[in-house]
Structure formats: structure tokens, C-alpha cells
């Protein structure tokens, strides 16, 4: 089964992941070995992070190109991780220029600093009337008193709930397979250097492993993530 990673930051030079090409080839390289075949490249789009959405396009050309030449199989798709707090400050134009896999509908949202808030469930809304649906980026790292009725109104909303492979692999994500929240993975890996890498194997199979979501494991590493970068709504089937 070729596996789809929806969350990387393996552009070079972008932001604050791949450092230059050679570590872009680098990632390109442990996608590879993982059986990933299409990677989405994710640089944040946020204010602290001078990444030019019309420049997404040439630049992911450019690494498939470099890929090809390499002998590289696997490739990189377009998309962006938009922080919540540069929503509104974004034209449909630009939003629909940072959906992953262009395909036009899904953005990877970045919710802000601190718990996940009733902000956040207004931000995915908001996109909604936009026409676009939101893969909500690592919940994990957004803990809160509330945050399991959080997540369940996020999902009511529409959003798609992505957790790091990282974090699944080391066994912390026990409660949110058992409440049914995640729907997609992603690496979020920054380099080749360290720090994640650009896995989802291991940590697909721990996941779907587990009683509540066993059933639905080539959903999970497959069906969602391929409708995601088609633009596609995909029937959550739990």
C-alpha cells in the first residue's frame, strides 16, 4: 500500500524545515524506505514565516525535478500548514493556493498557541463557508481541560483530526483512538538531520491495530488521505 504523508516541511529553504536540497533529498529518501509515495510539502504560512504563496507551485516543481534526477520514486504535492491566527487575513485565492495536493478543498490548520478554542471550531466554520474543508494539524500538542468535547465539536464542524506519527508510535495516543478522534496521520518532519522523520508505516499500523479502529485501517492510511489531496470529502466511516 503506498502511503500518503499530509503534513512535511520538505521544501528547502522555506521555512523552518529542510535546510537546503541535500536534506530535502534526504527526506525524500526516508519517505522512500517508509513506502511513502506522495509527500505534501507544508511550510507554514503564518507571520512569522515569509513564505510566498504564489512561489508554492515552482518551488515543488523544482523538487521533483531535483527527486527525478536523484532516482528518487517518491514525490512532493503542493499545500501549506496556514497558522489559525492568518486565516482571515487570507484571500480564497491564496487559501485555495495552499490546499494540500492542490486539490482545492483541504487546508492543514495550524491551531494557535495554547488549547484548542472555541476560536479554532470559529476558524473551521469560517472555512466552511469558504467552500473549504480544515485537517486539523496535531491536537495533541493543544491539550485542555475541555478538550475532548473541543475535538468532538471540531469534528462535528467538518474538521479531519491529523496526529503526528510520532506521537502515535510512542504509544500517547491510547485515548484519542479510543474516542474515535483521528482520521489521517502525518509526519511533521522538519529534516533529515534529526527530530521526526518522514515515517507513517510503524505508526499506521500501531494505530490501526488497536479494537476501535482496526476495522478501518486502509481507510485510515489510504481512502482519507488520497480523497484529501484529490479534493475530495471523504465518508468517515466511524
Do not use: K
Amino acid at each position: 500500500m503506498s502511503l500518503i504523508d499530509l503534513h512535511c516541511h520538505i521544501l528547502p529553504a522555506i521555512d523552518d524545515g529542510a535546510l537546503d536540497l541535500a536534506d530535502t533529498l534526504g527526506m525524500a529518501r526516508q519517505a522512500e524506505r517508509d513506502g511513502i509515495a506522495l509527500v505534501c510539502a507544508t511550510p507554514h504560512v503564518r507571520h512569522d514565516h515569509d513564505v510566498r504563496i504564489g512561489e508554492l507551485p515552482g518551488r515543488v516543481a523544482a523538487v521533483n525535478e531535483a527527486l527525478e534526477a536523484a532516482g528518487l520514486r517518491v514525490r512532493v504535492a503542493p499545500g501549506a500548514e496556514v497558522a489559525e491566527t492568518i486565516v482571515h487575513e487570507l484571500t480564497d485565492a491564496e487559501l485555495r493556493g495552499c490546499t494540500l495536493g492542490g486539490g482545492g478543498r483541504w487546508i492543514l490548520l495550524e491551531p494557535a498557541p495554547g488549547p484548542l478554542s472555541e476560536r479554532t471550531v470559529a476558524t473551521v466554520r469560517a472555512l466552511a463557508r469558504r467552500g473549504l474543508g480544515t485537517v486539523l494539524a496535531h491536537p495533541e500538542r493543544h491539550p485542555g481541560p475541555d478538550v475532548n468535547a473541543r475535538l468532538c465539536e471540531l469534528a462535528a464542524a467538518g474538521a479531519l483530526i491529523q496526529l503526528t506519527g510520532a506521537f502515535v508510535l510512542d504509544g500517547s495516543a491510547d485515548w484519542f483512538v479510543a474516542e474515535r478522534l483521528v482520521h489521517v496521520l502525518g509526519s511533521d518532519a522538519h529534516s533529515s538531520h534529526g527530530g521526526r522523520p518522514v515515517e507513517l508505516a510503524a505508526a499506521l499500523r500501531r494505530l490501526t491495530a488497536a479494537p476501535p479502529l482496526a476495522a478501518h485501517a486502509s481507510w485510515i492510511a489510504a481512502t482519507a488521505p488520497a480523497a484529501v489531496v484529490a479534493g475530495r470529502q471523504p465518508a468517515i466511516p466511524y
